[in-house]
């Protein structure tokens, strides 16, 4: 079974300022791990994916992950925020085998507030 | 290309009745899959198809809710005698294949029972 813990429901930073959403992962096998983002009144767009090989992940609009398989982590970050990243950010493993191999577990979400 | 598109993008019913979602895949994609965004649970898996079947229904939460898929492309999510409980957020997914390919999302459904 799987499952991802996003540390922080909400996440305010001002415009500029580094940007660290932490999500922890648990899984029976080497996990596939995601994050996408979802502006308001839409569906989800992938940032990026690790599945296997270089640990770190860059993604769209400048973000990228670090796999850390020794923490069990999957965090995002971005070293500068911009206005345009408020949004609210997904983590999710995919499913380990089986029937379930292409399913999805999300974490609960964060939401990244972007102050001026 | 097109994205995954979904209809209607806003449903309101009353309770008791019956409603039909539509989901249309990437062309090519043979995988689809169903989740649900409610503000209490977050993000929760329904059923996916490989092709026109469906290996996994482990999400779907009582025997109201039923799915199908047919010429491995177009899918229906039907919900039967809708209830409060049910409003969310429908949202749909597909990728090349089953497993661990890319997921593309559709807008999603956003059902309102009364």
């Known amino acids: 079974a799987q499952s991802v813990t996003q540390l922080g429901s909400h996440v305010s930073v001002s415009e500029g300022a580094l940007v660290l959403l932490r999500c922890n992962y648990s899984?029976?096998?080497?996990?596939?791990l995601f994050w996408y983002v979802q502006y308001p009144n839409q569906g989800l767009q992938l940032l990026l994916k690790?599945?296997?090989?270089?640990?770190l992940v860059k993604g769209i609009n400048g973000f990228e992950a670090e796999f850390k398989k020794s923490e069990t982590s999957f965090h995002l970050t971005k070293p500068s925020a911009h206005m345009s990243d408020a949004a609210e950010y997904f983590c999710?493993?995919?499913?380990?085998?089986?029937?379930?191999?292409?399913?999805?577990?999300f974490g609960q979400g964060t939401i990244l507030t972007v102050h001026p | 290309g097109a994205g995954v598109s979904q209809s209607p993008s806003n449903k309101v019913t009353e309770k008791g009745k019956d409603v039909e979602l539509r989901c249309d895949p990437i062309?090519?994609?043979?995988?689809l899959y169903w989740y649900r965004q409610s503000l209490g649970q977050g993000l929760e898996f329904l059923i996916y198809?490989?092709?026109?079947?469906?290996?996994?229904k482990s999400g779907l939460p009582s025997d109201r809710f039923s799915a199908e898929r047919t010429g491995g492309s177009v899918s229906t999510l039907t919900i039967q005698r809708t209830q409060q409980e049910d409003s969310a957020v429908y949202l749909c997914?597909?990728?090349?294949?089953?497993?661990?390919?890319?997921?593309?999302f559709g807008p999603g459904t956003r059902l309102t029972v009364l």
């Open positions: 997914a597909s990728s090349w294949r089953t497993g661990r390919d890319t997921q593309y």
């Open positions: 899984s029976s096998v080497p996990p596939y």
């Open positions: 690790y599945t296997t090989g270089a640990t």
């Open positions: 999710a493993v995919s499913g380990s085998g089986g029937t379930s191999y292409g399913k999805l577990t």
């Open positions: 062309s090519g994609h043979t995988a």
């Open positions: 198809f490989q092709g026109n079947s469906a290996p996994d």
